[in-house]
């Protein structure tokens, strides 16, 4: 291997290492969020959190290092606010988070295309995808609060069950 590849592979590498530590602190960051959503009896907004936290994107980024030849290293993940006010400064924190990986992952994308590694960017581009939609689903109901209040837009989100526990 010329040192040219070898420099640009630990280049991918550590911006795989990034993408792993970031996915795992959103992961802990919606999970949390699905704890706390169950606990106060709003079980589809918890399951939507959990089906969130359970996204593969921090595992495409590990097994792709470990294909390259680095196995990604365990880092205790950054801390996320979940102690918000209200539902809408949540949503506002994790649109934030989803931007932030979206500018991550644009900038991966191009360090990842100037190595000529196609398959990493190709990995990328369906996270940033996937990413964006969350953006957009993100800025819509934060738009909905705005329209209907965040007691009405909650009550959209409760399950018959829940219903009891009010």
Known sequence: ???????????VLSCLQE????????RNLYWARSVFWRAVGMSKLAD??????????????ADRMAFLGRQPEVVPTKSASIDEESIA???????QVEIALADSYAEWINVAE?????????????????TQGHIDLL?????QIDLVGEDNWLATWRSDSDRGMA
């Not at 291997?1 to 280049?11: G, I, L």
């Not at 400064?89 to 649109?95: C, I, K, M, P, T």
């Not at 100037?114 to 996937?130: G, I, N, P």
């Open 1 to 11: 291997m010329t040192a040219k590849v070898q420099e640009n592979n630990n280049t």
């Open 19 to 26: 993408a792993v530590n970031a996915e795992t602190t959103s």
């Open 48 to 61: 939507y959190y959990l089906e969130q936290s359970s996204e593969n994107h921090a595992q495409l980024s």
């Open 89 to 95: 400064e949540q949503l506002r924190v994790d649109l």
């Open 114 to 130: 100037k190595a000529r590694d196609y398959v990493t960017c190709k990995l990328w581009w369906s996270v940033l995808q996937s």
């Open 139 to 143: 800025q819509g109901w934060l738009r």
